[in-house]
């Protein structure tokens, strides 16, 4: 009896277990399903299809150029209202950056006519590659705060009332410029212009002696005291005959420094006090207005540069002097290996072709396509034996 009992048992335990392992079975095709689902999904996100377009130029060739990068761009902006980000997005990136984003793209439906060409296009973007670029966009877009100093020119009448005669007013009480840049700062909650405090140390760095021709090296030390990049020095000038304002800034950083000087209408009928407040709320606007278009500006004109190297130190000696050339005010360093570097630089001499200044420090650069070039040292061996000094990073 007891025999025939545990064989039951060992039946039913069986048949129990054979029901679980089915159910498992069923439970984990549907999960693997579901997720083979998902990660589709997600890919077809990344994937825009039957982009059709049409071009004309002075060539098929040419057409096929320009309809190519049109069919990218136009499958990049959908492809950004997927993922739900503003497709203006795409204004300020490069024709450049965009394909490198393509992971695949197929062509259909191709036609060439004297000098038009039309196709659909396929395009499959990398997820990892947008990701990348739409995060760098971000940061350009993320608020960045500057050093702003507020210079007065002393009147001659100014000056021989003071004791101690100076031609310029910048920590002292007289400088009303500054105190109206201050309040109109307050007014509108501005964060990114930041006024030095009126200390010991601010004063030794910046002082009569050098703000009319300060560097950024005199600066240094006050930058990374508030932890920015760069400084706005504002001199304000007024002429109490003709009852007129003049203002002259100058943009100072690690390897550029600039100076405009900036016009007002319909100043003159204003009284002194009016006059100031009218003044630094343009000043102010203009600063703010002229950092967020150079942010959007650089990003859409970086320039990419592979460089080929034999060693470390040969790269750290072409990277210094490029940093002292004062042809770029920007280089990212996009990726680095040991037979070559890529770069990416924002090039300043816009008067200039690009291949002719880089010429002019001893590089020669072959160009590879839109805003990308190979970089050569015309003296590679004298490089090599540079000190490896490393530049202080911006």
Same mark, same amino acid.
Request: hydrophobic share 40%.
């Given at each position: 009896?007891?025999?025939?009992?545990?064989?039951?048992?060992?039946?039913?335990?069986?048949?129990?277990?054979?029901?679980?392992?089915?159910?498992?079975?069923?439970?984990?095709?549907?999960?693997?399903?579901?997720?083979?689902?998902?990660?589709?999904?997600?890919?077809? /996100?990344?994937?825009?299809?039957?982009?059709?377009?049409?071009?004309?130029?002075?060539?098929?060739?040419?057409?096929?150029?320009?309809?190519?990068?049109?069919?990218?761009?136009?499958?990049?902006?959908?492809?950004?209202?997927?993922?739900?980000?503003?497709?203006?997005?795409?204004?300020?990136?490069?024709?450049?950056?965009?394909?490198?984003?393509?992971?695949?793209?197929?062509?259909?439906?191709?036609?060439?006519?004297?000098?038009?060409?039309?196709?659909?296009?396929?395009?499959?973007?990398?997820?990892?590659?947008?990701?990348?670029?739409?995060?760098?966009?971000?940061?350009?877009?993320?608020?960045?705060?500057?050093?702003? /100093?507020?210079?007065?020119?002393?009147?001659? &009448? *100014?000056?021989?009332?003071?004791?101690?005669?100076?031609?310029?007013?910048?920590? *002292?009480?007289?400088?009303?410029?500054?105190?109206?840049?201050?309040?109109?700062?307050?007014?509108?909650?501005?964060?990114?212009?930041?006024?030095?405090?009126?200390?010991?140390?601010?004063?030794?760095?910046?002082?009569?002696?050098?703000?009319?021709?300060?560097?950024?090296?005199?600066?240094?030390?006050?930058?990374?005291?508030?932890?920015?990049?760069?400084?706005?020095?504002?001199?304000?000038?007024?002429?109490?005959? *003709?009852?007129?304002?003049?203002?002259?800034?100058?943009?100072?950083?690690?390897?550029?420094?600039?100076?405009?000087?900036?016009?007002?209408?319909?100043?003159?009928?204003?009284?002194?006090?009016?006059?100031?407040?009218?003044?630094?709320?343009?000043?102010?606007?203009?600063?703010?207005?002229?950092?967020?278009?150079?942010?959007?500006?650089?990003?859409?004109?970086?320039? &990419?540069?592979?460089?080929?190297?034999?060693?470390?130190?040969?790269?750290?000696?072409?990277?210094?002097?490029?940093?002292?050339?004062?042809?770029?005010?920007?280089?990212?360093?996009?990726?680095?290996?040991?037979?070559?570097?890529?770069?990416?630089?924002?090039?300043?001499?816009?008067?200039?072709?690009?291949?002719?200044?880089?010429?002019?420090?001893?590089?020669?650069?072959?160009? &590879?396509?839109?805003?990308?070039?190979?970089?050569?040292?015309?003296?590679?061996?004298?490089?090599?034996?540079?000190?490896?000094?490393?530049? *202080?990073?911006?």
């Amino acid at each position: 009896m007891q025999p025939q009992i545990q064989c039951q048992f060992k039946i039913m335990f069986q048949q129990q277990f054979r029901v679980f392992f089915r159910n498992f079975l069923i439970f984990l095709t549907f999960l693997t399903a579901s997720l083979v689902s998902a990660n589709a999904q997600q890919s077809n /996100i990344y994937m825009i299809e039957g982009t059709a377009i049409s071009a004309s130029a002075k060539s098929s060739g040419e057409a096929k150029v320009v309809a190519t990068n049109n069919a990218r761009r136009n499958a990049f902006i959908t492809l950004l209202s997927r993922l739900s980000i503003n497709p203006s997005t795409a204004d300020t990136i490069s024709n450049d950056r965009i394909f490198d984003m393509v992971r695949s793209e197929q062509i259909t439906e191709e036609k060439i006519s004297g000098s038009t060409y039309s196709a659909t296009f396929n395009i499959l973007f990398s997820k990892s590659a947008v990701e990348k670029v739409i995060n760098v966009q971000k940061n350009i877009a993320s608020e960045e705060n500057y050093l702003l /100093i507020p210079v007065k020119i002393l009147q001659k &009448k *100014e000056i021989e009332a003071d004791a101690y005669p100076s031609k310029y007013a910048i920590w *002292e009480e007289n400088n009303d410029w500054k105190i109206a840049i201050a309040e109109k700062l307050k007014e509108k909650a501005s964060t990114k212009l930041i006024i030095p405090e009126n200390d010991i140390n601010n004063i030794a760095i910046i002082n009569q002696d050098n703000i009319d021709h300060i560097e950024y090296s005199d600066l240094e030390p006050i930058l990374n005291k508030y932890k920015v990049t760069e400084a706005f020095v504002v001199f304000f000038a007024f002429d109490d005959i *003709e009852n007129k304002v003049s203002i002259s800034v100058q943009n100072i950083k690690k390897l550029q420094k600039k100076k405009v000087k900036l016009s007002f209408v319909n100043v003159d009928l204003l009284n002194y006090k009016a006059l100031l407040k009218k003044v630094s709320e343009k000043t102010i606007d203009y600063l703010i207005s002229s950092k967020s278009t150079e942010a959007v500006k650089m990003e859409t004109s970086l320039v &990419k540069i592979e460089i080929p190297i034999s060693n470390l130190v040969q790269w750290m000696g072409i990277k210094n002097k490029i940093e002292t050339s004062n042809l770029v005010s920007q280089m990212n360093i996009d990726s680095i290996s040991k037979d070559f570097v890529m770069i990416s630089v924002g090039y300043v001499e816009g008067q200039v072709d690009i291949v002719d200044a880089f010429a002019k420090v001893d590089f020669t650069l072959e160009r &590879k396509s839109e805003n990308s070039y190979k970089l050569y040292t015309s003296s590679p061996k004298k490089l090599a034996t540079m000190p490896a000094t490393i530049p *202080e990073q911006q």
